[in-house]
C-alpha cells in the first residue's frame, strides 16, 4: 500500500503523514495503559480547563482550512477541537479499544487531528485529495452508504470510498477493533504546525502503540501528485 496527496490539497494549508504499525495486538487491555491514561487525562483536563480554541493557533488552523476550501464551521469541528469539547464535557473519553484509546490521548495532547485505518480493509492505496462527489461515503454510525460531498479534501482508496471526510469523520469500512492486526494512522496538521513536529507527534504514535499493542512501525510521507 502507498500513500499519496494531491498538491492541491497542500496548498490549502494541510499537512500529513502516516505512521504505520503492522502485527498489533489490539484484542486485549492493559492495567499500564489504563494508569498512563488515567494521568493523562487529569493533565488535560488541567491543560484545558481555560481554553479559547479560536486562541490556539493550532486549533484555529483547522478551521481557517475550513473557510478555504468551504467547508461551514458550525456542522463541521475539526477532531482535534471536538475531542478537547468532550473531554470537558464528559471529563473522561469513552473507551473503545486500546488502538483508539492512544491515538485520542495523543491527539489531545499534541492537538493535531489523528485517526487510525485497519489497512487490510483498504483497497489498494490510499489519497488525500478533493473529492468530484461520486466517492461511497459511509461514516461510522451510519447503516447505510451515499456519495460524498464534492470539494472536500478526504482520504480515499482506490476502489474511490472515502476512509475519512476531512480531519472530521471516519467510516465504518476501516475502523478498528480487537481482531486489527495491521494499522495506518493519520496525523494531520495546518499551517500552525511546522514538519518536524508532525514528525514527532507521528513516531510517539509508533512508539506508545508498539509498547503496549506491540508490531513494527514506520512514519511515511505520502508522494504529492
Known amino acids: 500500500m502507498k500513500f499519496y496527496v494531491e498538491k492541491a490539497v497542500l496548498d490549502s494549508g494541510v499537512k500529513i503523514v502516516f505512521p504505520v504499525i503492522k502485527g498489533v495486538d489490539n484484542s486485549k487491555d492493559s492495567k499500564e495503559w489504563q494508569k498512563l491514561r488515567q494521568e493523562k487525562i487529569e493533565e488535560l483536563l488541567k491543560k484545558y480547563e481555560n481554553l479559547d480554541v479560536h ?14 476550501v468551504g467547508v461551514k464551521r458550525r456542522k463541521n469541528i475539526p477532531a482535534s477541537e ?8 464528559n471529563k473522561d473519553l469513552f473507551y473503545i479499544n486500546k488502538l483508539v484509546d492512544i491515538y485520542n490521548i495523543i491527539s489531545l495532547e499534541s492537538k493535531l487531528a489523528l485517526g487510525a485505518h485497519d489497512i487490510d480493509h483498504v483497497d489498494g492505496n490510499v489519497t488525500l485529495r478533493f473529492t468530484d462527489g461520486t466517492e461511497k461515503y459511509q461514516p461510522l454510525g451510519q447503516s447505510e452508504a451515499g456519495l460524498s460531498a464534492p470539494h472536500e479534501y478526504s482520504y480515499c482508496d482506490d476502489s474511490n470510498e472515502v476512509l475519512c471526510r476531512c480531519e472530521i469523520r471516519q467510516v465504518s469500512k476501516t475502523a478498528v477493533n480487537e481482531d486489527t492486526k495491521n494499522v495506518f494512522y493519520i496525523v494531520q496538521g495546518n499551517e500552525a504546525t511546522d514538519d518536524d513536529y508532525l514528525i514527532e507527534v507521528a513516531n510517539k504514535i509508533i512508539d506508545i502503540t508498539t509498547k503496549y499493542c506491540g508490531g513494527e512501525g514506520e512514519v511515511v510521507i505520502p508522494k504529492v501528485i
Open 55 to 68: 486562541q490556539d493557533p493550532i486549533l484555529e488552523g483547522f478551521n481557517i482550512i475550513h473557510d478555504k
Open 82 to 89: 471536538n475531542l478537547i469539547k468532550l473531554l470537558k464535557k
